[in-house]
């Protein structure tokens, strides 16, 4: 820990370079640009909570899913990663036994550690995210004081990369380097966040998207046994693929889904119930298949055609780790295509039957297959229904697919992204060294 004028003063001469070449890329404009980013927070911070204190810098990823979509609520297998997209914070302790976070954009919020229960009033809100992180670390015996943050981010909000539980690492990673020698390892902070959001957020989402932001690179996760999920880091060298990972955003409209995006589950634990589960990951594949007639009676076909994705798409998982492990990035690729397939044939989560005139998601997958066959790979991205695609997209072909894209659904719709080889971290000189 050091005066914030040191910092800004080894920003400025570059010290902080092979860092940010290690989590944002090796390209000097992306370098230079992350330097300035992080002077100018410091220079906020500063502006709201006093100049020249002892600050530390961190950093934690947004994620995309890679493999398995809809496959975690049925306790099933995911391969995600943490990407180059990023919420930062400029930290300092104090003395006040109070957490205070002022994200650029937002307003302070500002949590009591001498009460960290459910406060009602903070439900959908920032702060209760803080508060239930704080929480879950103190209640499993984690040392919490009090801190001055000022944050920013540039992970993208609405296209699945999930900003909210880059957040929550961030809060858990500073929590675990400042007051508790780093003891608090990748997988329980992630675990801390999903508490967070759940118990005091009030949004009962997975594991996954806390579990790609916390540890970083590619992860495959089994979430079988789903309060003790296990998990894997999937170790390749994304940088020197020869590809680029770009998220399409078709700018859909959201609005008046959630019964859609409900559906997903229901239907399938309709189907497990009959098999005598709770969900798909309980109950046996062949045994399905034999009652296949009895159960489009009972659930309908969709719900059929859902579970045989699930089936199919949490068996791939292991093969696209397996793919990565062993560098052979043409099959990872078939997979990740089969996958896409699969959603859209089966999930059907491409688009939403009572808008068919809205089916960006479609012509986006459509353009992309057009331009990459036999040389990338596509898929839907996420929920789906009126979101985000993914494209693997060789290096030479970039520029190319980009303003293909862009021209259809606007500029600034296609992010050029890539895989992040570290999760939450605190920014040191030389970091991945």
């Given at each position: 820990?050091?005066?914030?004028?040191?910092?800004?003063?080894?920003?400025?001469?570059?010290?902080?370079?092979?860092?940010?070449?290690?989590?944002?890329?090796?390209d000097?404009?992306?370098?230079?640009?992350?330097?300035?980013?992080?002077?100018?927070?410091?220079?906020?911070f500063?502006?709201l909570?006093?100049?020249d204190?002892?600050?530390?810098?961190?950093?934690?990823?947004?994620?995309?899913?890679?493999?398995?979509?809809?496959?975690?609520?049925?306790?099933?297998?995911v391969?995600?990663?943490?990407?180059?997209?990023?919420?930062?914070?400029?930290?300092?302790?104090?003395?006040?036994?109070v957490?205070?976070?002022k994200?650029v954009?937002?307003?302070?919020?500002?949590?009591?550690?001498?009460?960290?229960?459910?406060?009602?009033?903070?439900?959908?809100?920032?702060?209760?995210?803080?508060?239930?992180?704080?929480?879950?670390?103190?209640e499993?015996?984690?040392?919490?004081s009090?801190?001055?943050?000022?944050?920013?981010?540039?992970v993208?909000?609405?296209?699945?990369?999930?900003?909210?539980?880059?957040?929550?690492?961030?809060?858990?990673?500073?929590?675990?380097?400042?007051?508790?020698?780093?003891?608090?390892?990748?997988?329980?902070?992630?675990?801390?966040g999903?508490?967070?959001?759940?118990?005091?957020?009030?949004?009962?989402?997975?594991?996954?998207?806390?579990?790609?932001?916390?540890?970083?690179?590619?992860?495959?996760?089994?979430?079988?046994?789903?309060?003790?999920?296990?998990?894997?880091?999937?170790?390749?060298?994304?940088?020197?693929?020869?590809?680029?990972?770009?998220?399409?955003?078709?700018?859909?409209?959201?609005?008046?889904?959630?019964?859609?995006?409900?559906a997903?589950?229901?239907?399938?634990?309709?189907?497990?119930?009959?098999?005598?589960?709770?969900?798909?990951?309980?109950?046996?594949?062949?045994?399905?298949?034999?009652?296949?007639?009895?159960?489009r009676?009972?659930?309908?076909d969709?719900?059929?055609?859902?579970?045989?994705?699930?089936?199919?798409?949490?068996?791939?998982?292991?093969?696209?780790?397996?793919?990565?492990?062993?560098g052979?990035?043409?099959a990872?690729?078939?997979?990740?295509?089969?996958?896409?397939?699969?959603?859209?044939?089966?999930?059907?989560?491409?688009?939403?039957?009572?808008?068919?005139?809205?089916?960006?998601?479609?012509?986006?997958?459509?353009?992309?297959?057009?331009?990459?066959?036999?040389?990338?790979?596509?898929?839907?991205?996420?929920?789906?229904?009126?979101?985000?695609?993914?494209?693997?997209?060789?290096?030479?072909?970039?520029?190319?697919?980009k303003?293909?894209?862009?021209?259809?659904f606007?500029?600034?719709?296609?992010?050029?992204?890539?895989i992040?080889?570290?999760?939450?971290?605190?920014?040191?000189?030389?970091?991945?060294?």
């Amino acid at each position: 820990m050091e005066k914030s004028s040191n910092v800004i003063s080894r920003l400025e001469q570059g010290q902080f370079d092979k860092s940010f070449s290690y989590l944002y890329g090796n390209d000097e404009g992306k370098i230079k640009a992350q330097a300035k980013r992080y002077q100018e927070l410091i220079g906020l911070f500063e502006e709201l909570f006093g100049k020249d204190r002892e600050i530390e810098l961190f950093s934690a990823p947004g994620r995309t899913e890679v493999g398995g979509n809809h496959t975690d609520h049925q306790h099933g297998r995911v391969l995600a990663a943490s990407v180059n997209l990023d919420v930062i914070g400029v930290v300092s302790p104090n003395n006040d036994n109070v957490i205070r976070i002022k994200s650029v954009g937002y307003k302070m919020d500002t949590i009591d550690l001498a009460d960290l229960s459910v406060q009602k009033n903070e439900t959908n809100k920032a702060a209760s995210l803080i508060r239930g992180v704080a929480a879950r670390c103190r209640e499993l015996g984690y040392k919490v004081s009090g801190f001055d943050a000022y944050t920013t981010s540039n992970v993208l909000k609405g296209s699945g990369l999930s900003s909210s539980a880059a957040f929550e690492v961030l809060v858990g990673t500073i929590i675990s380097y400042l007051f508790n020698n780093q003891a608090i390892d990748a997988v329980q902070i992630a675990q801390f966040g999903q508490y967070a959001e759940n118990v005091y957020f009030g949004k009962m989402s997975g594991l996954m998207d806390q579990m790609a932001s916390s540890v970083g690179s590619f992860v495959e996760i089994d979430f079988k046994d789903n309060k003790n999920p296990v998990i894997e880091k999937v170790p390749f060298d994304f940088a020197h693929s020869g590809y680029a990972l770009c998220i399409v955003d078709t700018h859909g409209n959201h609005a008046d889904l959630s019964d859609e995006y409900s559906a997903m589950p229901i239907e399938m634990k309709q189907v497990a119930k009959m098999l005598g589960g709770e969900v798909l990951r309980e109950t046996d594949e062949q045994e399905f298949y034999k009652k296949i007639p009895e159960i489009r009676k009972a659930c309908g076909d969709r719900a059929v055609l859902r579970s045989i994705h699930f089936f199919d798409d949490n068996n791939r998982v292991p093969k696209e780790a397996a793919a990565l492990k062993a560098g052979d990035f043409e099959a990872f690729k078939s997979l990740i295509i089969e996958s896409g397939h699969s959603s859209y044939m089966y999930l059907q989560n491409v688009f939403c039957c009572k808008t068919p005139h809205e089916q960006g998601l479609s012509l986006a997958l459509a353009l992309s297959e057009k331009m990459l066959s036999g040389k990338g790979a596509w898929r839907v991205h996420g929920g789906g229904l009126a979101g985000t695609i993914q494209a693997f997209v060789p290096n030479e072909m970039l520029e190319e697919y980009k303003e293909t894209i862009e021209h259809v659904f606007g500029a600034g719709s296609c992010h050029v992204l890539s895989i992040r080889p570290v999760g939450g971290t605190k920014i040191t000189e030389g970091l991945g060294e």
